[in-house]
C-alpha cells in the first residue's frame, strides 16, 4: 500500500507511480488533481529523474520537516516536495527538473493529507486524471543517466559507494538522498 502515517507530522503520504499516463497540459492536469483532492498536497514528477521510493519518501519527509520547524521556502507543502526533491532551491529549476510534460509517460506522484480516506479515494480517481494506470514499479524504473544528470551524480561517488550489500542502484538513491540533505542544511 503506497500510503503511510507520519506520526511526527500527523500526516498520511501517499507515494505511488502512474505507467502510461497521457497528459496533454501539464498544468491543467495537475489543477484538476489539487481542485478534485480537497485537503490533499499533491505533487506530480516524470518518474524518469526518480532515484526509488526512497528519493521520494526522503523529499515529502523534508517538506513535512521544514514546515513543522517553520523553515519554508514556499507556502505551497506541494512546490516544497518538488524542491526537496530535485534538490533544487528554484521553483524554475526544480520544475526543469522533475517536472512533468506532455512527453511525461511515467509518473511519480506525491500526496500529503490529514486523513487516510481521501488518499484512498484520491488514489482511485488518479488514473481517471492522468490516464494510464497505477503503478508503483515506475519509482523504481528512474533512468540512471537522467538521475545523474539532474543531481550532478559522478561515476566516482557511485563507485565509492557500490559493495556487496550496496548495488549502483542503491549508491544512486543514497547519493541522491544526500544532495537533498545538502539542501535542507543550506536553508
Known amino acids: 500500500m503506497p500510503i503511510e502515517y507520519l506520526q511526527e507530522y500527523d500526516r498520511y503520504v501517499m ?4 505507467r502510461s499516463a497521457e497528459i496533454p497540459d501539464p498544468k491543467m ?5 489539487r481542485r478534485s483532492a480537497s485537503g490533499i498536497e499533491t505533487q506530480i514528477l516524470d518518474a524518469k529523474g526518480v532515484a526509488g521510493r526512497d528519493h521520494l519518501r526522503f523529499a515529502a519527509l523534508n517538506a513535512l ?13 506541494a512546490v516544497e516536495v518538488l524542491l526537496y526533491a530535485s534538490a533544487q532551491r528554484q521553483i524554475k529549476n526544480a520544475i526543469a527538473a522533475l517536472g ?13 493529507a490529514n486523513d487516510r480516506q481521501a488518499l484512498e479515494r484520491f488514489e482511485i ?3 481517471r486524471t492522468v490516464g494510464g494506470k497505477t503503478d508503483e514499479s515506475v519509482l523504481e524504473e528512474g533512468d540512471e543517466a537522467t538521475v545523474r544528470r539532474i543531481f550532478g551524480i559522478t561515476d566516482n561517488q557511485v563507485r565509492a559507494l557500490v ?7 542503491d549508491a544512486l538513491t543514497r547519493l541522491v538522498i544526500e544532495k537533498m540533505a545538502l539542501l535542507s542544511s543550506q536553508i
Open 29 to 33: 492536469v495537475l489543477q484538476q488533481l
Open 163 to 169: 559493495r556487496k550489500d550496496v548495488t549502483e542502484r
Open 65 to 77: 520537516k521544514g514546515r513543522a520547524q517553520g523553515i519554508e521556502m514556499t507556502e505551497s507543502l
Open 125 to 127: 480517481e488518479l488514473p
Open 15 to 18: 507515494i505511488t507511480g502512474v
Open 100 to 112: 512533468v510534460s506532455s512527453n511525461s509517460r511515467n509518473l511519480a506522484i506525491i500526496a500529503i
